[in-house]
Structures are given as C-alpha cells and as structure tokens.
C-alpha cells in the first residue's frame, strides 16, 4: 500500500474494480496505463449529469514513476473528457496531504480539509477545480 491510501482502502479499491468492468458509459470511465505489459498508472472519474458534478476517481501512479508526467497527462485526459460530456460540470476530487499540492499545480483548491479524514494520520482535503 501507498503511504497515499490507508490499508483498509485496498478491499475497498478491489471491489470498485470488480464493478467497473461491466462499465460501459459515457458518465463513469476508468482508464489503466501500461508500460512493458505493467500497470503503471490508472484513475477514472464519475459524472452525476442531474447535479452538474464530476469526480475524480481512483488515481494512481506507481511511485517509482511519480514526477515523470504520467500521473498529469492521466489526469488531464480524463480532465478533458469531462469537459466534452458535461462542459458546465464542477469538477471534485479527495485526496490526502501528501497528494494535495500535485492538484493545487493543475487548478484545484482545498475547500475542506478533515484532519485524520481517511485514517489517523490521513488527512483528507477535499478539493474542486478553480
């Protein structure tokens, strides 16, 4: 496990898995990134259309490869692919203090941040694009 997710997040990501392999919706995609038939990085995100609301989903990059680009072009691929299906949609997302200022450099801001929010010592920052 990450220093990034708390280790009672695994079952959890594994279920989430489990259930997007029936996906098939412009509103929810999940996207996996390979490097010599490795996963090496994934994240989706999760469209609410009624509410005008998308989050991010799930995010990763394996820590080996972190400040490479992988994790931003990621991200702004699935960035870009909110826009085109709900251009007026506010875009969220929750990470922890560690990750927080990867998203401050895309334009995101902390609207709340709940101390020992995913476990102790986790703090979780809740944040939406400026």
């Known amino acids: 496990m990450p220093a990034f997710f708390a280790?009672?997040?695994l079952p959890d990501f594994e279920d989430w898995l489990q259930r997007q392999e029936t996906l098939n919706s412009v509103t929810e995609q999940y996207?996996?990134?390979e490097q010599d038939n490795a996963v090496i990085a994934c994240g989706g995100y999760f469209i609410d259309p009624d509410k005008q609301d998308a989050r991010m989903t799930w995010g990763l990059v394996h820590q080996s490869l972190h400040k490479q680009g992988i994790g931003k072009a990621l991200?702004?691929?699935r960035i870009g692919v909110i826009?085109?299906?709900c251009p007026s949609c506010t875009i969220g997302l929750?990470?922890?203090q560690h990750?927080?200022?990867?998203f401050e450099k895309l334009g995101f801001s902390t609207i709340k941040i709940t101390k020992d929010g995913?476990?102790?010592g986790l703090d979780r920052y809740d944040m939406e694009m400026s």
Do not use: I, W
Request: aromatic share 28%.
């Open 7 to 9: 280790p009672y997040e």
């Open 31 to 33: 996207y996996v990134v």
């Open 75 to 77: 991200f702004l691929h």
């Open 83 to 85: 826009k085109s299906v």
């Open 94 to 96: 929750d990470t922890t």
């Open 99 to 102: 990750a927080y200022a990867f």
């Open 118 to 120: 995913y476990g102790e």
